[in-house]
C-alpha cells in the first residue's frame, strides 16, 4: 500500500533562471548542508546556460514552507524529443552526486511537493530519470510513493557504479598515515623530485587554469580512446568559477613546471565537503604520477579548512581505490509515470538502456580492451 502523503509544502515550478535569484542563497545552503559540491546553483546553473542541448527547457520545482522559504529543491529540467519530455537533473551526464535537495528531516514532504509538481508539469513527464545520483539516495522511491494517482510509478535502476570516497575527519595527516606505507614513501620521493625539477603547486581560479586543466584533461585520454567532455566543459567551469565569485569553493589543484602546467584537477566544496570533477596530466610526466601529486594538493588545502570528506567521482580506478577509505556508489534510475505514454517512452529509451547494458560488459574487459572500444565507437565503427 502506497504510504499517506505528509502535508506538502507549497511547490513552485521555475521556468526561467532569472525568477530563481531571490531563491539561490537558500538553495547554496541546502546544498552545503547536504555536502553535495555539485548540487550548488553556481554549478548547476552554470551547466545549464553553457552546456545543455537539443530542446531542454528549464523546470526547477521549489519546495516553499509556510513563510514562502525554499525547503527544497528539484533541480530538474525536460528533455524534449519525438514528443516525449524526459525530465532530468541539471548537470546530468556532465557531473556526478546530483539530485534533489531537502532541509533534514524534510525529505518526505519535499517528495511530495516534487512529485505534485512533476506530474501537474508542462510538458507532462514520460520519465524523470534521476542520473548519477547517490545510491543511497532515496528520491526515486520517494517521489514514486507519492506521486498523484491511482498508479504508483515504476522505478527502473539503469546501471550502478563504484565510487571511491575520502574521509578526512582527522586531518590530512590521519588519513595519509592510513595508507601503505609503499604509497607515502612514493608521494614524499616524488613530491621532491618534482620539486627538483622546479614545479610547484597552487589552487588557481582564473581562464588559462581552467585551460589548462581542460588541455591535460584530454592529453591524458588521447591514448585511452579519448574522452567525452566536450568543449562547452570550459564554457560551463568557466560559469561556475564567476558565479562562485572567489569564494574558495571552485578551484583549480595546479602543477606548474618551467615550461607551464603539468597537470591539474577540478575540485568543489560545500560544506565539509570536497567534490573532485576530473582532470589530468602531460603524458611527458607520467611517470612521476603528477595526477596524485594534485588530489593531494586539493586534500591538504580542503582538510586544512575544515573538509572532512572527499568524493573522489565515478570509476574504479586503481589510483582512487589507493587514496580512499569507502565505496559510495552511484546509480543512474528512471521513473515511469503509468499511462498513455508509458510504451512509447520505453522504446524510445530502449536503446540507451541497451547501452546501459553493453557498458556493464564492457567494464569486465581488460583496460587496453576497453580503450580501444572507446576509440572504435568514437570513430562510429
Given at each position: 500500500?502506497?504510504?499517506?502523503?505528509?502535508?506538502?509544502?507549497?511547490?513552485?515550478?521555475?521556468?526561467?533562471?532569472?525568477?530563481?535569484?531571490?531563491?539561490?542563497?537558500?538553495?547554496?545552503?541546502?546544498?552545503?548542508?547536504?555536502?553535495?559540491?555539485?548540487?550548488?546553483?553556481?554549478?548547476?546553473?552554470?551547466?545549464?546556460?553553457?552546456?545543455?542541448?537539443?530542446?531542454?527547457?528549464?523546470?526547477?520545482?521549489?519546495?516553499?514552507?509556510?513563510?514562502?522559504?525554499?525547503?527544497?529543491?528539484?533541480?530538474?529540467?525536460?528533455?524534449?524529443?519525438?514528443?516525449?519530455?524526459?525530465?532530468?537533473?541539471?548537470?546530468?551526464?556532465?557531473?556526478?552526486?546530483?539530485?534533489?535537495?531537502?532541509?533534514?528531516?524534510?525529505?518526505?514532504?519535499?517528495?511530495?511537493?516534487?512529485?505534485?509538481?512533476?506530474?501537474?508539469?508542462?510538458?507532462?513527464?514520460?520519465?524523470?530519470?534521476?542520473?548519477?545520483?547517490?545510491?543511497?539516495?532515496?528520491?526515486?522511491?520517494?517521489?514514486?510513493?507519492?506521486?498523484?494517482?491511482?498508479?504508483?510509478?515504476?522505478?527502473?535502476?539503469?546501471?550502478?557504479?563504484?565510487?571511491?570516497?575520502?574521509?578526512?575527519?582527522?586531518?590530512?595527516?590521519?588519513?595519509?598515515?592510513?595508507?601503505?606505507?609503499?604509497?607515502?614513501?612514493?608521494?614524499?620521493?616524488?613530491?621532491?623530485?618534482?620539486?627538483?625539477?622546479?614545479?610547484?603547486?597552487?589552487?588557481?581560479?582564473?581562464?588559462?587554469?581552467?585551460?589548462?586543466?581542460?588541455?591535460?584533461?584530454?592529453?591524458?585520454?588521447?591514448?585511452?580512446?579519448?574522452?567525452?567532455?566536450?568543449?562547452?566543459?570550459?564554457?560551463?567551469?568557466?560559469?561556475?568559477?564567476?558565479?562562485?565569485?572567489?569564494?574558495?569553493?571552485?578551484?583549480?589543484?595546479?602543477?606548474?613546471?618551467?615550461?607551464?602546467?603539468?597537470?591539474?584537477?577540478?575540485?568543489?566544496?560545500?560544506?565539509?565537503?570536497?567534490?573532485?570533477?576530473?582532470?589530468?596530466?602531460?603524458?611527458?610526466?607520467?611517470?612521476?604520477?603528477?595526477?596524485?601529486?594534485?588530489?593531494?594538493?586539493?586534500?591538504?588545502?580542503?582538510?586544512?579548512?575544515?573538509?572532512?570528506?572527499?568524493?573522489?567521482?565515478?570509476?574504479?580506478?586503481?589510483?582512487?581505490?589507493?587514496?580512499?577509505?569507502?565505496?559510495?556508489?552511484l546509480a543512474w534510475r528512471t521513473l515511469f509515470p503509468l499511462g498513455c505514454r508509458y510504451p512509447l517512452i520505453r522504446l524510445r529509451l530502449a536503446p540507451?538502456?541497451?547501452?546501459?547494458?553493453l557498458r556493464r560488459l564492457a567494464r569486465r574487459l581488460p583496460q587496453e580492451q576497453q580503450a580501444r572500444l572507446r576509440r572504435l565507437l568514437r570513430r562510429?565503427?
Amino acid at each position: 500500500m502506497r504510504p499517506l502523503p505528509p502535508p506538502a509544502p507549497r511547490s513552485l515550478v521555475v521556468a526561467h533562471v532569472e525568477e530563481l535569484a531571490p531563491r539561490l542563497d537558500a538553495w547554496d545552503a541546502l546544498a552545503q548542508a547536504a555536502g553535495r559540491p555539485f548540487c550548488t546553483p553556481a554549478w548547476m546553473l552554470a551547466w545549464w546556460q553553457e552546456g545543455r542541448s537539443g530542446d531542454a527547457r528549464l523546470r526547477v520545482v521549489l519546495a516553499l514552507d509556510e513563510d514562502d522559504a525554499p525547503i527544497g529543491v528539484g533541480p530538474f529540467f525536460a528533455q524534449v524529443a519525438y514528443g516525449l519530455a524526459e525530465y532530468r537533473l541539471l548537470g546530468a551526464g556532465f557531473t556526478h552526486r546530483i539530485g534533489p535537495l531537502a532541509a533534514a528531516g524534510r525529505e518526505r514532504e519535499v517528495a511530495a511537493a516534487i512529485a505534485a509538481a512533476l506530474a501537474a508539469a508542462d510538458p507532462p513527464p514520460a520519465s524523470v530519470v534521476f542520473e548519477g545520483i547517490d545510491a543511497a539516495d532515496p528520491w526515486p522511491e520517494l517521489v514514486a510513493d507519492y506521486w498523484p494517482g491511482r498508479l504508483r510509478p515504476r522505478v527502473r535502476t539503469d546501471v550502478t557504479m563504484d565510487s571511491p570516497a575520502i574521509a578526512l575527519e582527522g586531518g590530512y595527516e590521519a588519513w595519509m598515515a592510513r595508507r601503505e606505507r609503499k604509497f607515502r614513501k612514493e608521494a614524499r620521493r616524488v613530491a621532491r623530485r618534482l620539486e627538483e625539477e622546479g614545479v610547484h603547486g597552487r589552487l588557481a581560479t582564473d581562464d588559462d587554469a581552467v585551460a589548462a586543466l581542460l588541455r591535460l584533461h584530454h592529453a591524458r585520454w588521447d591514448d585511452r580512446g579519448g574522452s567525452n567532455v566536450g568543449d562547452e566543459a570550459q564554457r560551463v567551469i568557466g560559469a561556475a568559477a564567476r558565479a562562485h565569485g572567489g569564494d574558495g569553493r571552485l578551484a583549480v589543484a595546479l602543477l606548474e613546471g618551467p615550461d607551464g602546467p603539468i597537470a591539474a584537477d577540478l575540485v568543489l566544496r560545500a560544506g565539509d565537503a570536497l567534490g573532485f570533477w576530473g582532470g589530468g596530466f602531460a603524458p611527458a610526466w607520467a611517470k612521476h604520477a603528477p595526477g596524485t601529486q594534485t588530489m593531494l594538493l586539493a586534500l591538504e588545502a580542503g582538510a586544512a579548512s575544515g573538509a572532512r570528506s572527499a568524493d573522489l567521482g565515478g570509476g574504479a580506478h586503481d589510483y582512487k581505490w589507493r587514496l580512499s577509505d569507502e565505496n559510495r556508489p552511484l546509480a543512474w534510475r528512471t521513473l515511469f509515470p503509468l499511462g498513455c505514454r508509458y510504451p512509447l517512452i520505453r522504446l524510445r529509451l530502449a536503446p540507451k538502456h541497451l547501452r546501459f547494458g553493453l557498458r556493464r560488459l564492457a567494464r569486465r574487459l581488460p583496460q587496453e580492451q576497453q580503450a580501444r572500444l572507446r576509440r572504435l565507437l568514437r570513430r562510429g565503427v
